[in-house]
T-cell receptor
Framework: DVKVTQSSRYLVKRTGEKVFLECVQD?????MFWYRQDPGLGLRLIYF???????EKGDIPEGYSVSREKKERFSLILESASTNQTSMYLC???????????FGPGTRLTVT | QKEVEQNSGPLSVPEGAIASLNCTYS??????FFWYRQYSGKSPELIMS????GDKEDGRFTAQLNKASQYVSLLIRDSQPSDSATYLC????????????FGKGTMLLVSP
């Protein structure tokens, strides 16, 4: 079974803090993705990576950065958290030659 | 803007009935189509994938694809209360990357 884990289920941070969200997959997948999910807006892609040290912007990259130093780990960084970044953050992975994405459990981030 | 459209619902069906969930997409070059189920407070779970025109059956689930009409559907036979969830349609559009565009989801309510 594919397993994607995320470092925290719930996180509360203050405005202006630097926030790290970690995602680890154990299936040697090449592709990894970060989404946020908000009521009425659905799932929106923030960043993705198709290889170590490679990254591509998704639909809403502003205010975020990412890091992929190892194949199994993909980190999302909020350089200076703001209240409009309060959301559910979902990490996903997929193998190179298959298109199905598998999601982690999500991190519900609240910025106060 | 490449889009995936779903009726937000809720779609209410009695236990034992067939639930029909629909999705349309804008990119005629799309090749891969997925249905995810998401329970409240949980992350999306892949339930079906379909790549070619026609029907694909897996247990109580049938995915139907009509590329000419840019339409994909999910039928759930013998609906159970445990099927009550939001169903997300996802499309891999012709972008060159393995990214998915998600619809906003249809909420399904199955009453006992």
């Amino acid at each position: 079974d594919v397993k994607v884990t995320q470092s925290s289920r719930y996180l509360v941070k203050r405005t202006g803090e630097k926030v790290f969200l970690e995602c680890v997959q154990d299936m040697d997948h090449e592709n990894m993705f970060w989404y946020r999910q908000d009521p009425g807006l659905g799932l929106r892609l923030i960043y993705f990576s198709y290889d170590v040290k490679m990254k591509e912007k998704g639909d809403i990259p502003e205010g975020y950065s990412v890091s992929r130093e190892k194949k199994e780990r993909f980190s999302l960084i909020l350089e200076s958290a703001s209240t409009n970044q309060t959301s559910m953050y979902l990490c996903a992975s997929s193998p190179l030659l298959k298109r199905e994405q598998y999601f982690g459990p999500g991190t519900r981030l609240t910025v106060t | 803007q490449k889009e995936v459209e779903q009726n937000s619902g809720p779609l209410s069906v009695p236990e034992g009935a067939i639930a029909s969930l629909n999705c349309t997409y804008s990119d005629r070059g799309s090749q891969s189509f997925f249905w995810y189920r998401q329970y409240s407070g949980k992350s999306p779970e892949l339930i079906m994938s379909i790549y070619s025109n026609g029907d694909k059956e897996d247990g109580r689930f049938t995915a139907q694809l009509n590329k000419a009409s840019q339409y994909v559907s999910l039928l759930i036979r013998d609906s159970q209360p445990s099927d009550s969830a939001t169903y997300l349609c996802a499309v891999m559009m012709n972008s060159g990357y393995s990214t998915l565009t998600f619809g906003k989801g249809t909420m399904l309510l199955v009453s006992p």
